[in-house]
């Protein structure tokens, strides 16, 4: 079993910037494939960026390629997204997930546990 706690969500102005945290229960942390998802208010739950357990290797929806950065701390238990030149179709609830196996295609069913997610909001 494994405990997701997503933090620093927030308000911000476009154009700025925010650090979205996650913490991670359990032993085998570096086992799991890690990704961010958000949810903005009537739409589905849309990947934004995933990280492989070693961290070699990233992937981001291309919507976010070129101003989020996802990473990962394996001694800390902890996934990072680092989110720049933020936008207001930006404004979502942000998750973190995690997956036993590798996720080929990331799409939310394929991630065994969740966070609560964390309120991001940007305003114009």
């Known amino acids: 079993q494994v405990q997701l706690v997503e933090s620093g969500g927030g308000l911000v102005q476009a154009g700025g910037s925010l650090r979205l945290s996650c913490a991670a229960s359990?032993?085998?942390?570096?086992?799991?494939?890690m990704a961010w998802f958000r949810q903005a208010p009537g739409k589905e739950r849309e990947f934004v960026a995933r990280?492989?357990?070693?961290?070699?290797?990233?992937y981001y929806a291309d919507s976010v390629k070129g101003r989020f950065t996802i990473s990962r701390d394996n001694a800390k238990n902890t996934v990072y997204l680092q989110m720049n030149s933020l936008k207001p179709e930006d404004t979502a609830v942000y998750y973190c997930?995690?997956?036993?196996?590798?996720?080929?295609?990331?799409?939310?069913?394929?991630?065994?546990?969740w966070g609560q997610g964390t309120q991001v909001t940007v305003s114009s």
């Open positions: 997930a995690a997956a036993r196996a590798i996720v080929v295609v990331p799409t939310p069913k394929l991630y065994d546990y």
């Open positions: 359990g032993r085998t942390f570096s086992s799991y494939d």
């Open positions: 990280i492989r357990g070693s961290g070699g290797s990233t």
